[in-house]
């Protein structure tokens, strides 16, 4: 079962992924400070690939664009 926590990571590199397409770095960077933040939150982040990691291979150029 997906947390709601989950949901909301999704959602915010979701709207990362937006503001990178459509130039807007600063609310880019917004939206992966949020991701930062609940990141440092997580128990187990390490057993799985988090929104995260998704967001930093997006900006070294290695993330698949998904929507």
Known sequence: MISKT???ERDILRVFRCACRQNRPDIAEFMLAAL???DSERVNSAA???PLIDAYQEIAGI???QQ
Do not use: H
Request: no cysteine.
């Open 48 to 50: 799985r690939k988090t």
């Open 63 to 65: 993330g698949t664009s």
């Open 6 to 8: 989950e949901i909301l």
């Open 36 to 38: 930062e933040r609940l």
